[in-house]
């Protein structure tokens, strides 16, 4: 059977297919007395707290489990809307948010509405691997721009103006950032998104590490520079709820009933399960065990970006949020793939070359990811030690 050419635009996944390769390690002789410590993984050790399983529980036991609206559980979009008022002090009615099987969704439903053949969206490099195959899955042309350590690793202003051509149609960012765990600090984003505006483009915000910042100059969203930003978000990572596939969309209002009109025909409706679920998120509870764990990946961090640099791994900007660390091997090898590998093997440490997340010098680069506990990070840590 004939492949659609679009497929040519998608490249492999390398994070996934590496951490094929550490599973398989993982289960030779070799790794026998010294399971596998997993490093490499983009998704919280944790899982939902105990009201959030209750509600899913009184969810299933009183059937109701039927579609819902291709927008989300009106009471969900609700309660995202108070969120914002309560976390961000921002004002955002709940006809702005559409409720998504995920950030992905969220991120292909707001592609597939904005980007036509052609059309250049500009990203940093590096950045979350998708973005650029969510651009070119609706036929967009995703332009890497190089950032550096001096800029965060992230797209400024004055980048986007330089990069901006005839066919630009809008910015995709990340912040914090999916590989780096940095962000753009506030003062930028708003003139990122000016610069955006004056060119009539769209600038989408990926805000889904946005909840687990670290640092109060950074930990603020995007919509307060505009209602004409568009924003993703996610039950997957602050709220621990990767595997149920729930997340959401900010829209500026006029977008939605095209959003809506393609989340019905593509999937009808989020899980409802999750949904209702996911209510139970902003219990009061739920809330205090999701920001002392939000304190347990700030520690985390704080350990681990030191040790990294005792081990010649250099972290160029230190992360202020989400939960990885991005860090220059080259002082131990050229490639950062083979890197992997090596200490695949003989650390047990599973770790991610930079290959995916770019192309700009991303080969020095390995991302960690601190979203285990600090005894296995410690215990990685010493292993990492021993054999460099
Ligand atoms: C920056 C970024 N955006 C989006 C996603 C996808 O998240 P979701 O599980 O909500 O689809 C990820 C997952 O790792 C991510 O790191």
């Not at 330089?162 to 984003?189: C, D, F």
Request: hydrophobic share 45%; with cysteine.
């Amino acid at each position: 059977m004939k492949l659609a050419s679009r497929l040519d635009r998608i490249e492999p996944f390398y994070v996934m297919e590496c951490a094929k390769a550490a599973v398989e390690i993982a289960r030779s002789p070799a790794c026998a007395g010294s399971p596998m410590i997993y490093l490499n993984i983009g998704e919280p050790d944790f899982t939902a707290p105990p009201p959030v399983l209750a509600a899913a529980r009184a969810c299933m036991e009183g059937g109701r489990t039927h579609y819902t609206q291709a927008t989300g559980e009106p009471a969900l979009r609700d309660r995202i809307s108070r969120w914002y008022g309560e976390r961000f002090g921002l004002d955002i009615s709940p006809q702005r948010i559409v409720v998504t099987a995920g950030a992905s969704a969220a991120l292909q439903l707001a592609c597939l509405a904005l980007v036509e053949r052609g059309d250049e969206v500009l990203m940093p490099d590096p950045c979350y691997p998708c973005n650029r195959h969510f651009v070119a899955a609706a036929d967009g042309v995703p332009v890497l721009v190089p950032a550096t350590a001096e800029e965060r690793f992230q797209l400024s202003a004055a980048k986007v103006e330089a990069a901006w051509t005839a066919q630009t149609r809008g910015v995709l960012l990340a912040s914090p950032s999916n590989p780096t765990g940095t962000s753009i600090a506030p003062a930028e984003m708003g003139r990122i998104v000016q610069a955006v505006r004056a060119r009539g483009g769209f600038t989408m915000v990926d805000e889904i590490y946005l909840a687990l910042s670290f640092d109060a100059a950074f930990g603020r969203s995007a919509l307060s520079h505009g209602d004409d930003v568009i924003a993703i978000n996610s039950f997957s990572k602050y709220f621990c709820m990767t595997g149920w596939r729930l997340g959401w969309l900010v829209l500026p209002e006029a977008l939605v009933p095209a959003v809506e009109k393609l989340a019905q025909n593509l999937y009808i409706c989020p899980s409802s399960l999750a949904q209702q679920a996911a209510l139970a998120c902003f219990e009061t509870e739920a809330i205090a065990e999701y920001e002392r764990r939000r304190a347990e990946f700030r520690a985390r961090r704080d350990y681990l970006v030191p040790a990294l640099e005792g081990l010649g791994l250099r972290v160029p900007v230190a992360p202020d949020g989400a939960f990885y660390a991005w860090a220059d091997c080259s002082a131990h090898a050229a490639s950062s793939w083979d890197f992997c590998f090596d200490m695949m093997r003989r650390a047990h440490v599973a770790i991610t070359p930079g290959r995916d997340f770019g192309h700009s010098g991303t080969e020095r680069f390995v991302r960690l990811s601190y979203a285990s506990s600090l005894p296995a990070l410690r215990e990685a840590v010493q292993r990492l030690s021993r054999v460099l």
